[in-house]
């Protein structure tokens, strides 16, 4: 799609010589589509805990994931590998989180290693319609 | 289009009929819409809440700039100036909170994106 298409460009921005950075929208380029926001919930046993959420879709997704800093915080942090819970500079725990999907078993895996044992994460996955691979 | 009216924009070189993976645009789904972006400069240790009125917990990312001038995404734990920094984000209903997590006296830059959509 050389010479058609949708352009939108941003306020102040000729649409005829806007760059990609400069638009709103293009047709010419995949835009991020939101399949669904999942929720799951990590209760680390002894030092550590997953959950799994199934594939909502029928190949692997592109995914960002999210967990709160305390079960009920309201708190959201991304699930970055090696990501460190550290609370408020106050409440730090040493403990790592991971976030991946897993093509052997078609899940999204989360877990959390250390922490305290009996605590609960809350964690929030927003799926996304576009292939991951 | 069987199940439902609106508009879609297939990918270059497939079909509009095609499945929905395979579309550039869909009004079915949401893109993420950004609502706010910035940068902010913080001088450790310190910390920073960057307000917004959504009202929600919006999805969000954020990203550190460490010594070497690499950008990687925050939470996150590396080693700069010869120190472990714990850089940390976390977001509520009614603010991006970013905390430098070093005790070092050295300033990093922070690059935040908060979309519209929610989160919770």
């Known amino acids: 799609m050389s010479n058609y298409g949708i352009k939108i460009s941003k306020d102040g921005y000729d649409v005829k010589t806007a760059t990609p950075d400069q638009l709103v929208y293009s047709s010419k380029y995949s835009n991020l589509k939101i399949f669904g926001v999942y929720t799951a919930t990590v209760t680390i046993s002894g030092t550590a805990g997953f959950t799994t959420i199934a594939n909502p879709l029928g190949y692997p997704p592109l995914f960002m994931a999210y967990f709160d800093v305390s079960h009920g915080s309201g708190k959201y942090r991304e699930m970055t590998s090696p990501g460190t819970i550290y609370y408020d500079l106050v409440d730090y725990i040493p403990a790592f989180c991971l976030a991946e999907y897993n093509s052997s078993t078609d899940e999204l895996y989360f877990s959390v290693i250390g922490g305290t044992d009996g605590q609960q994460y809350d964690v929030k996955c927003v799926v996304f319609v576009d292939k991951l691979y | ?120």
């Open chain 2, 1 to 120: 289009m069987t199940e439902y009216y609106g508009v879609k924009v297939s990918k270059d070189g497939k079909d509009i009929t095609d499945i929905d993976k395979e579309m550039s645009f869909s009004s079915k789904y949401r893109n993420l819409t950004v609502y706010l972006s910035g940068t902010v400069d913080l001088t450790n240790p310190t910390t920073t809440t960057i307000a917004h009125t959504l009202g929600y917990v919006p999805i969000f990312l954020v990203w550190i700039k460490k010594s070497d001038n690499n950008y990687c995404p925050v939470p996150n734990s590396f080693s700069d100036h010869s120190v472990v920094h714990h850089p940390e984000a976390y977001m509520t209903d009614t603010g991006l909170y970013l905390n430098t997590g070093c005790d070092t006296s050295v300033t990093h830059t922070f690059k935040y994106v908060i979309f519209y959509e929610k989160l919770v």
